[in-house]
């Protein structure tokens, strides 16, 4: 039973340039969560979908938006790419109905900008 | 609004040893989760434990436990006989209760536990 899987798992990209990240969740899974972790630091929420909408949303610009398909795969979209953008970026998914029984992690994206 | 507070950085202990990671939270809620994930150099998240803010018993599974208070606001969590393979950054993580489904999972800054064989 695979897990959720991220590709590619690492990019090098140049400021101002745009960036797709794709997820893959877990078999069974309908919800898709992203978050960003700068090195040394915790993982922030960005957004989370379901049912191919937006649900939730952190504190992340516009430029940083997302998709999820109708087979619950997912993308994560940032334009304009900024210095700060470096870091690893995590996609979890999680069912609907399992009210926080917690997530499944991927190993994640790692973006530096140079 | 909701936050995680882990005070400790970085953790060395001796092979053995017992390491004991503290987690102190802030929630608005009454109904709420704790959770504790391990990330090891590859990256992904492993989840450890969750524990709901209605049941305060603290347990035992295997070599982890844990010590839920309230009245501190504490969610601690203990490594008994500490082995090379601990070894990883340790996250507390918070999520308030919501009507939909899973809420999104506020974090603490982890904590480097190095385990010295």
């Known amino acids: 039973d695979a897990g959720v899987t991220q590709s590619p798992t690492h990019l090098i990209k140049t400021r101002g340039q745009q960036v797709t990240l794709r997820c893959s969740p877990k078999?069974?899974?309908?919800?898709v969560s992203w978050y960003q972790q700068a090195l040394g630091q915790g993982p922030q929420f960005i957004f989370q979908?379901?049912?191919?909408?937006?649900?939730q949303r952190g504190n992340f610009p516009d430029r940083f938006s997302g998709h999820q398909f109708p087979n619950y795969s997912s993308e994560l979209n940032v334009n304009a790419l900024l210095l700060g953008d470096s870091a690893l970026y995590l996609c979890a998914s999680s069912l609907e109905t399992g009210a926080n029984y917690g997530y499944t992690f991927g190993s994640g994206t790692r973006l530096t900008v140079v | 609004a909701q936050k995680v507070t882990q005070a400790q950085t970085e953790i060395s202990v001796v092979e053995k040893e017992d390491v004991t990671l503290d987690c102190v939270y802030e929630?608005?809620?009454?109904?709420?989760?704790l959770f504790w994930y391990k990330q090891p150099p590859s990256g992904e998240l492993v989840f450890l434990i969750r524990?709901?803010?209605?049941?305060?018993q603290n347990e035992i599974s295997g070599r982890y436990s844990w010590n839920f208070q309230k009245s501190t606001s504490s969610f601690n969590f203990t490594i008994t006989a500490s082995q090379v393979v601990d070894s990883a950054v340790y996250f507390c993580?918070?999520?308030?209760?919501?009507?939909?489904?899973?809420?999104?999972?506020?974090f603490g800054k982890g904590n480097q536990v190095v385990v010295i064989p």
């Open positions: 979908y379901y049912e191919e909408e937006e649900r």
């Open positions: 993580a918070l999520s308030e209760a919501w009507a939909y489904g899973n809420n999104r999972l506020a």
């Open positions: 929630t608005g809620d009454t109904t709420y989760y």
């Open positions: 078999s069974g899974h309908d919800t």
């Open positions: 524990r709901n803010s209605f049941d305060e």
